[in-house]
């Protein structure tokens, strides 16, 4: 028979993510919080920004900065740090996407230009596609005699044969063949809005298509923006479903499945790691989410949901961030991400994974059988286990027992935690034959 425990919290939302004690420092790596256009030939720490928003890295792991405000593409040298103007991408047209190939190409998405500029890796810069004026022509023909409607993100697949466009003014994904350079359609009909999942992504409605991602095997994940989901296109067969989102604009659902969460109407970053886990940025509640790809989850692993600039050096949870937009996976695993409002680009920088405390004298975790629902939660969150005596024991981020209670035979507990400040927290149930650890967030509204 299960027993229950149950943990009471008004206004919060706890978040297990799940077994391992991984925590996720944040520390700025470029710009100093000023508005400005200065620091080239320096340290990038000692750069300013204006409005930072899309971010792209070469295979010498070069970060490339789309420089919004001031229309130009920064970049950082890997080996050294040194922030210049890339070459060639002076005076661009608000740049808001940015893609780089094997031969250290940049493609550049031109938002208020329509166009897409391709600079070489000597700064020789030339339209790569749209003719500059707004609308919609082109399917079929060259992409330089293509009409664009304020274009967003870019996307190569693994092979380089191919770029995607989030074309996003005229409700459409448009693919470009490198090798021809010929322009068509592969989602979206033109109209603004959603008629559903299941079918085949030419015919399905999209609302802004603000950022994309691509998986190893081709499959192509949207940030639909106006329709507060992301869809994945299958490389297979060509149909279109929801991975994320309710289609509801909120920030709700973290620890549970992701398509029943809500996301904001401001969500511009969408990234990948190795793992074909899935990131996007919320400006409008300044975090960044994660789904994860093993069990369709969703959680909070940067913000707290308050604007403005805090946390360096400490748990990404704990961080404060201002309108985070453009984010990628470097080579390292670590989640790069422009901090826009903050002037700063940021990187979170997950410690090596450690088992936290977990195991039972015959070495097996099976007496514990441990669960934790509903989550997300506000209200009621009940601890599970098919062992009737143990001990519950709560600890704050820097190790500080804050509750500590003993289940015998009730089965129930109830914790008031109206008093816990926002953060991460550490579970820890004991019996004589285990003892388990797991890992959760409090978020206050």
Not at 21 to 34: C, F, L
Not at 37 to 48: F, K, M, P, V
Not at 339 to 344: A, K, S
């Amino acid at each position: 028979m299960k027993r229950s425990i149950t943990i009471c919290r008004s206004c919060l939302i706890i978040i297990l993510a799940g077994n391992i004690a991984s925590a996720q420092t944040i520390n700025t790596i470029a710009g100093t919080g000023g508005s400005g256009y200065t620091g080239d030939g320096g340290q990038a720490a000692a750069a300013t920004f204006f409005n930072p928003a899309s971010l792209a890295l070469d295979t010498s792991g070069n970060l490339y900065i789309g420089d919004l405000s001031n229309s130009c593409i920064r970049k950082i040298t890997a080996s050294t740090g040194i922030i210049t103007t890339a070459p060639g991408t002076a005076g661009l047209f608000f740049p808001v996407g940015i893609v780089v190939d094997a031969a250290k190409n940049i493609y550049v998405s031109e938002w208020t230009g329509n166009r897409i500029r391709k600079i070489t890796s000597a700064g020789v810069s030339s339209i790569f596609a749209g003719t500059g004026t707004a609308g919609f022509s082109g399917d079929g023909s060259l992409a330089t005699a293509a009409e664009l409607n304020m274009p967003y993100d870019l996307e190569l697949d693994a092979a380089q044969n191919n770029l995607y466009v989030a074309d996003a003014g005229n409700q459409r994904i448009r693919k470009i063949n490198l090798n021809t350079g010929i322009i068509t359609t592969i989602a979206g009909t033109g109209v603004y809005g959603y008629n559903g999942d299941g079918i085949s992504a030419d015919t399905a409605t999209l609302a802004v298509p603000s950022a994309l991602a691509m998986d190893a095997a081709n499959n192509l994940f949207i940030l639909d923006k106006d329709n507060a989901r992301i869809r994945m296109i299958s490389s297979s067969t060509g149909m279109i479903s929801t991975v994320a989102g309710s289609g509801i604009s909120g920030y709700t659902g973290d620890g549970g499945p992701a398509t029943a969460a809500t996301m904001s109407y401001q969500c511009y970053g969408l990234t990948l790691d190795a793992s074909r886990n899935v990131f996007f940025s919320d400006m409008d509640h300044h975090c960044i989410r994660e789904i994860l790809d093993s069990s369709g989850i969703i959680h909070t692993v940067a913000g707290t949901g308050a604007a403005g600039f805090s946390g360096d050096g400490g748990p990404a949870a704990l961080a404060e961030l201002n309108g985070p937009r453009g984010l990628l996976v470097n080579r390292s695993g670590n989640l790069i991400f422009a901090d826009q409002m903050n002037n700063r680009i940021r990187e979170i920088t997950p410690d090596s994974p450690q088992a936290v405390e977990q195991f039972s004298l015959n070495g097996k975790n099976e007496n514990a059988n441990i669960s934790m629902y509903p989550n997300p939660v506000s209200e009621q969150l009940t601890i599970e286990s098919s062992h009737p005596d143990f001990e519950l024991k709560i600890s704050d981020a820097c190790g500080k027992i804050v509750y500590k209670t003993t289940c015998a035979q009730t089965g129930k507990t109830e914790v008031n935690t109206r008093d816990f400040p926002g953060g991460i927290y550490f579970v820890e149930i004991r019996s004589t034959d285990f003892v388990e650890t797991r890992k959760m967030v409090v978020v206050k509204y």
